[in-house]
Nanobody
Framework: QVQVLESGGGLVQAGGSLRLSCTTS????????MVWFRQAPGKEREGVLC????????VYADSVKGRFTISRDNAKNTLYLQMNLLKPEDTAMYYC?????????????????WGQGTQVTVSS
């Protein structure tokens, strides 16, 4: 049984940092492209960053460029999202997802497994 579990969310002041983790089990982690999506209240879910099976990353959300970094540790079956210089507009539920097909995609239905999300709230 595949499990995907996000952690690390919380309440932080603007300008602060958080590191989200996404731990998986039941799959061969290195075979999957991994993505972070987020959804703010009243808005559609948007792709944030993705990292492919080779470790190459793509930034989908222009607003996070230079502030957020995605990484993976295949030995620990874990995906990370380092978020620095947080802004109130980063407030959202953050989801990670795994895609067996090669490479990254913004097409949500192409992702095979999803976590339940972790809430990030940035106060001004």
């Amino acid at each position: 049984q595949v499990q995907v579990l996000e952690s690390g969310g919380g309440l932080v002041q603007a300008g602060g940092s958080l590191r989200l983790s996404c731990t998986t089990s039941g799959l061969t982690f290195g075979d999957y492209a991994m993505v972070w999506f987020r959804q703010a209240p009243g808005k559609e879910r948007e792709g944030v960053l993705c990292i492919n099976q080779s470790g190459g990353s793509i930034v989908y959300a222009d607003s996070v460029k230079g502030r957020f970094t995605i990484s993976r540790d295949n030995a620990k079956n874990t995906l990370y999202l380092q978020m620095n210089l947080l802004k109130p507009e980063d407030t959202a539920m953050y989801y990670c997802a795994a895609r067996r097909s090669w490479g990254c995609s913004l097409f949500e239905r192409s992702y095979d497994y999803w976590g339940q999300g972790t809430q990030v709230t940035v106060s001004s």
